[in-house]
Nanobody, 116 residues
Framework: QVQLVESGGGLVQPGGSLTLSCEAS????????MGWYRQAPGKERELVAR??????IYADTVKGRFTISRVNAKNTVYLQMNSLKPEDTAVYYC???????????WGQGTQVTVSS
């Protein structure tokens, strides 16, 4: 079993920045696919950024503004979000796929609200 705990969400003005963190209870070196999804009210959950087998994928809507990174020694993956827009408002979820299970583990989600 793996627990993922997100932090760093909050209220920010348009154009501002936030950094989300996701700490895993097991070593993330054993995960070859992890990243972030988000879900806005009334919308489906969508991929934001993904780190898979050494490759990084970003949603077109966040390219150039968001950066995913990881620190293996801290079992933590980050999402640096710059130039935030109101349409970035959503609950952000961290996920991780570990070698012993096909389905991903999910965090509880953290709210990001971009508003003036």
């Amino acid at each position: 079993q793996v627990q993922l705990v997100e932090s760093g969400g909050g209220l920010v003005q348009p154009g501002g920045s936030l950094t989300l963190s996701c700490e895993a209870s097991r070593s993330i070196t054993r995960s070859n696919d992890m990243g972030w999804y988000r879900q806005a009210p009334g919308k489906e959950r969508e991929l934001v950024a993904r780190w898979s087998s050494g490759s990084i994928i970003y949603a077109d809507t966040v390219k150039g503004r968001f950066t995913i990174s990881r620190v293996n020694a801290k079992n933590t993956v980050y999402l640096q979000m710059n130039s935030l827009k109101p349409e970035d408002t959503a609950v952000y979820y961290c996920y991780a796929v570990y070698s012993w299970r096909q389905s991903p583990y999910w965090g509880q989600g953290t709210q990001v609200t971009v508003s003036s």
